[in-house]
């Protein structure tokens, strides 16, 4: 299946500035989004409204990447959308606050996160630049994490619970919680754009392969995302579809990986619990 998002990744190893923006699904919509990377294997990305000159982020994990971005598009953050505690989320939310004076919201049920002027929690749904954000909470890596999910745009940030081609280490979670968070994921219009928090493409679809080595198109989806690499291009965002198709975490249902694990007869949250542990030892 031809992605043509795929084709506007921009060079990982070049700087905030020189990378195209990326869009998401809508035609129709206002939003514009900058991806742009951080830190060793990070993505951040800024959310502008040409409407309303508005501009959000997600997560804050180095302050300095994520205002030089602003700065490289000219534009000023109104929103930090915090996803969850880890310090390669939230390391720079101070200085950035204090910088922008942006409105930071995060986690109702945190761990530890300092400077949140809102505070947000499962169903919750608020407002950017005209557009719904609506607050999916997906307890696993951590406890706190929540994504937002605009359903105008089709777009929706993962922070580390679901991947492109993976899934968050279980840190604060157990399999069935993550079970059930990335279940939530799972039932959003398949043509849903997903941004996740960090480039572990490459890694991931090695282990997908060792999992479900039949797949045709997970096979054809290692090869894409090997010459992307090579290119030194991002593989985020992805498609829902395509995670759906591809990812051994949201595919523990499948005959192939069930008999390939031999475990036919086990419940889902059994087969995504061994997946999880043996890409934990892989
Ligand atoms: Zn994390
Ligand atoms: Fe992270």
Redesign the pocket.
Known sequence: MHNPRRNRGHQWKTPAPGNPTTKGNNPMAELEYYQFPYMSDNYGVLIHSTTTGETAAIDAGDGSALLEALTHKGWQLTDLFIT?H?A??TAGLAEVKAATSCKVTGPKHHSNIEGLDREVSEGDVLQFAGCDVQVIHTPG??ADMLNYYLPSESVVFT??TLFALGC?RL?ESDADTMWNSLSKLMVLPQNTTVYC?HEYTEANAKFALSVDPENPELRSRAKAIKQLRAEGKATVPSLLAEELATNPFLRVDDQGIREHLNMLASSDVEVFAEIRKRKDNF
């Open positions: 969850h880890h390669d989320h890596h951590t922070g580390d968050g840190f928090s």
